[in-house]
């Protein structure tokens, strides 16, 4: 084991590298998506709230493998009309597939997050926003944003830890994340208990670590509270 382990150590740690950057990126970039998609949800406009909430059914209610497999083979149907916009580049590329697909699953999830947090925000916190005079862009950005990712936070980190678990379905279109080097390391030397194993060790690591950051994180949000505050239970999955 320890021969193996030598040999493709490597090989491994560069499949963790894109693992990580795979989970970064498309979290970055989903919450950046899901922040005027909760708010849409909120929003007293019935067509805003309609086309939000049929994004969420669609990414929520289908596998994330179905909607990589839809923009990885899928766009290829459309490819003139995609090479005619200057975008069949972009769809033609596996890993920028795995990040489109990744990041617009991860939107709706981390969206419903935030809407959930948005509206446990206590109402006199917003009453007392408005009170000063504050316009909606302002409370939007000094109030209501800041105490929902505090709020949010722990369930946040459970969508994350799951995000960087779901990269692995990526080796499928080639892109050779952990889990598609564990895949050719074990084809090429039939060595898969080792390759599969060794693909787990470096998981572990990744999500505790993580969730140690994320923890980190946790409490200094909270520590106006004196405490890390309750439900900080950060580690499961969604």
Do not use: H, M
């Given at each position: 084991m320890m021969d193996f382990v030598v040999e493709n150590?490597?090989?491994?740690?560069?499949?963790?590298?894109?693992?990580?950057?795979?989970?970064?990126?498309?979290?970055?970039?989903?919450?950046?998506?899901?922040?005027?998609?909760?708010?849409?949800?909120?929003?007293?406009?019935?067509?805003?709230?309609?086309?939000?909430?049929?994004?969420?059914?669609?990414?929520?209610?289908?596998?994330?493998?179905?909607?990589?497999?839809?923009?990885?083979?899928?766009?290829?149907?459309?490819?003139?009309?995609l090479d005619a916009v200057g975008l069949w580049t972009f769809f033609r590329d596996p890993w920028f597939c795995a990040i489109l697909s990744l990041t617009l699953n991860s939107a709706a999830y981390a969206s419903e997050i935030l809407r959930g947090?948005?509206?446990?925000?206590?109402?006199?916190?917003?009453?007392?926003?408005?009170?000063?005079?504050?316009?909606?862009?302002l409370r939007l950005r000094l109030i209501v944003l800041p105490r929902a990712l505090r709020i949010g936070w722990p369930a946040y980190s459970n969508e994350v830890v799951?995000?960087?678990?779901?990269?692995?379905?990526?080796?499928?279109?080639?892109?050779?994340?952990?889990?598609?080097?564990?895949?050719?390391?074990?084809?090429?030397?039939?060595?898969?208990?080792?390759?599969?194993?060794?693909?787990a060790v470096l998981y572990l690591i990744l999500v505790y670590g993580f969730l140690y950051v994320s923890r980190r994180i946790e409490m200094r949000l909270n520590r106006h509270l004196g405490t890390s505050g309750p439900g900080l239970a950060t580690g499961g999955l969604r």
């Open positions: 150590l490597p090989r491994f740690l560069g499949g963790a590298w894109l693992t990580i950057q795979l989970a970064a990126i498309s979290c970055g970039l989903g919450f950046l998506l899901a922040v005027p998609i909760a708010l849409a949800r909120l929003s007293r406009n019935e067509v805003l709230r309609g086309v939000a909430t049929s994004y969420i059914f669609f990414f929520r209610g289908t596998p994330l493998l179905a909607q990589l497999f839809l923009i990885y083979y899928g766009s290829g149907q459309f490819r003139p009309a947090a948005i509206q446990a925000i206590p109402k006199g916190e917003i009453e007392a926003a408005e009170a000063l005079g504050l316009t909606r862009l799951y995000q960087i678990q779901a990269t692995s379905l990526v080796s499928i279109i080639t892109v050779l994340e952990i889990t598609g080097v564990a895949r050719t390391v074990g084809s090429r030397d039939f060595t898969f208990f080792e390759a599969f194993g060794l693909a």
